[in-house]
């Protein structure tokens, strides 16, 4: 499985992107597919998965209401609509994919990533 994130850049505070995370492989491998980010000196930040055959969304706190995830089977691919942007938001992207069933809130138990896309949000 590969997987390769875009859409990250520069944008201002209020603002939105959309990130999209294309995967080649096996599509039955695929339990779920979550995006993380990661700033600066931080750990990782879980912070939208969705589950691969049912769509179930999941967002995690400092996110929710303002982030969308979704998918699209046919190209395989995820998204994350970003909007109503803080600086704070700013990190680098990944996303992943993670194979067997369970959470998809912690980075550790994801099987495969992308190389991440970075989103700088300035004030």
């Known amino acids: 499985v590969q997987l390769q994130a875009s859409g990250g850049g520069l944008v201002q505070a209020g603002d939105s992107l959309r990130l999209s995370c294309a995967a080649s492989?096996?599509?039955?491998?695929?339990?779920?597919m979550g995006w993380f980010r990661q700033a600066p000196e931080k750990g990782r930040e879980f912070v939208a998965a969705?589950?691969?055959?049912?769509?179930?969304?999941y967002y995690g706190n400092s996110v929710r209401g303002r982030f969308t995830i979704s998918k699209d089977t046919a190209k395989n691919t995820v998204y994350l609509q970003l909007n109503s942007l803080k600086p704070e938001d700013t990190a680098v992207y990944y996303c992943?994919?993670?194979?067997?069933?369970?959470?998809?809130?912690?980075?550790?138990?994801?099987?495969?990533w992308g190389q991440g896309t970075e989103v700088t949000v300035s004030s």
């Open positions: 492989g096996r599509t039955l491998d695929y339990y779920g």
């Open positions: 969705i589950t691969w055959s049912s769509g179930r969304t």
């Open positions: 992943g994919v993670k194979s067997s069933l369970g959470t998809l809130n912690y980075p550790q138990y994801y099987n495969y």
